[in-house]
């Protein structure tokens, strides 16, 4: 369902017509819906009275209660409330990103959306590009903070409240999650608990589940913990990916293991252009719109109305991105963020574009004057992880509901009490899986390259690792210059970064670097360059042409807005 609300004057003529008028003491509120279109929302909650109109949209575990201002439970939801009386406006996203708000300013009215794509087709002779945020795509691979493809048009980011009081226009902020740490001793089964407290949470009154499966150990515990409130029969397990990946190979096994329903979905092989053009209708420009995942396979897999638990970011709650510490109380702490995040460095950021300042290009969330643990963990938690999330996997919105017991509040506190040591490469939890599911410990992993965990270190593992790394290397020395896959390493999952300048996709990917050279921002004999790079079959970094595809995709999708 997209949703679109436009807040204007009583008499303003932008009111007119519109499906619903919800009439306050100045103001009033017009909505539109596209039920056709858009997320899936399993549950709603709607109540107009002659003094408020509210409204709650997404899942959750507890029902709201929408007499108190935006107090919501855990859960994937949009809420919005309107003060009748008053005129005031409060429209808050997910903590999680997992569904959004867009808001912006036309005139003197207020347009809110939980859609671009529905914005830019409302307001298309209102709209128009905003270039100056184009260098973030290409540096981070998603638009950070609350920027968008729009001019004047903001994002609400993880946890935000839009406020719109006595004709003052405000973002205020949630407390951020995760909270903040408070060290305390934690066991395993209190691991095991509050994560098995997550999933029948999430599962609630469902009668089915579809679990993605892969070589990780964080879907493998979402699928058993699954498996103490479901029956076998009502659980459908997914992989998805190349065929001769770890993730691939494992996650099927997995899935054969515990006995449950398994749908192997191959990477998507359909062309390029194809993919792009159905990937940008879900992340709708903030991300990358390249695929990696098999976007088509997975909605012909999946069943209308289904629930989907994501072990997604697991890792990421219980530490496996946990920086040394000697490195956050160093200097370089904050260039390593900034290195580490960035898909491309921003010397080629510069090059490309004819004028990009300094501000652009470390425009993430991170908070000056904080710790550098913090500073992290906000922009985990603000932006990157939650982003990825979002417009990454979310592949099938318009009828799946995706649930990621993982960042349950509770969830979040005990994986925060635990000490940096318990946190570094998820220590605490693998402790909690090698005593309480040793069936699973047993099981080969990804990060083990494709042995149990207890065979991570064996000889005969260093040996094959070592051979791996020879052959990548000579892939990426010869095959890259060559531009052929010359081995493709196992922990390679999705599509190899050549396989989108093979022949086939070829020139769709030299339109769309024409279409870009002719844009004011980009530098014109940089992109031709690369065109003729291209069309030569020489290789080319795959962040930027993931970056640059998706830039061209702006000015495809949403050029006739200008």
Sequence with gaps: MHILYILAHNSSPILQNAPRLIRGRNLSLAE???????????????????????????????????????????????????????????????????????????????????????????????????????????RFGYLTGAHTPFEKIFSLRSGETLCVRNGDTSVERAALVPPARVPREVSTQDIRDVLATAVRDDIGDSESVVVPISGGMDSRIILRLALDVLPREAIHTVTFGHP???????????????????????????????????????????????????????????????????????????????????????????????????????????????????????????????????????????????????????????????????????????????????????????????????????????????????????????LIRSWRKLLSTIDETLGARFGKILYRHPRLNYAHPREWLAYPHRDFVIHSLERLSKLPPFETRTLRTLRDDVAAGKPLDSSVLKGLVTLAQWDDQYGAAQ
């Design 32 to 138: 539109f819906r596209d039920e056709e279109d858009g997320p899936w929302f399993p549950q709603r909650l709607e109540a107009e009275t002659p003094h408020a109109f509210s409204l709650c949209a997404g899942r959750w575990r507890e029902e709201p209660d929408l007499k108190r201002p935006l107090h919501f439970p855990d859960g994937n939801w949009l809420a919005l409330q309107f003060d009748r009386q008053t005129d005031e406006l409060l429209a808050r996203s997910d903590p999680f990103l997992q569904f959004r708000w867009y808001f912006g300013q036309i005139g003197e009215a207020i347009i809110l959306s939980n859609s671009l794509r529905c914005l830019a087709r409302h307001q298309k002779n209102q709209l128009s590009l905003n270039w100056h945020s184009a260098p973030q795509v290409l």
């Design 244 to 462: 001769t990946s770890l993730d691939f190979r494992i996650g099927r096994q997995v899935a054969q293991a515990l006995g449950v329903r398994n749908t192997a979905l191959p990477m998507d092989t359909r062309p390029l252009a194809e993919q792009v053009a159905e990937n940008f209708t879900v992340g709708e420009g903030m991300y990358c719109v390249i695929p990696e995942y098999p976007v088509q396979s997975l909605r012909e897999a999946v069943p209308e109305s289904s629930l989907i638990l994501s072990g997604y970011i697991g890792d990421v709650v219980f530490g496996s991105f946990e920086p040394d510490e000697e490195l956050a109380t160093s200097h370089s702490a904050r260039k390593y963020l900034h290195e580490t995040v960035g898909a491309v460095p921003e010397s080629v950021v510069q090059r490309l574009f004819s004028d990009v300042s300094a501000d652009v290009l470390q425009a993430t969330s991170f908070h000056e004057g904080e710790p550098f643990l913090r500073q992290y963990e906000q922009f985990i938690y603000d932006s990157h992880q939650m982003n990825r999330t979002n417009f990454a996997l979310f592949v099938n919105r318009r009828n799946v509901c995706y649930a990621t017991p993982f960042v349950h509040a509770h969830v979040l506190q005990l994986a925060y009490s635990l000490s940096a040591q318990e946190r570094r490469n998820e220590s605490a939890f693998f402790a909690m899986v090698r005593e309480h599911f040793p069936e699973l410990w047993n099981l080969p992993l990804k990060s083990s390259f494709g042995y149990p965990p207890e065979l991570r270190n064996t000889r005969r593992t260093m």
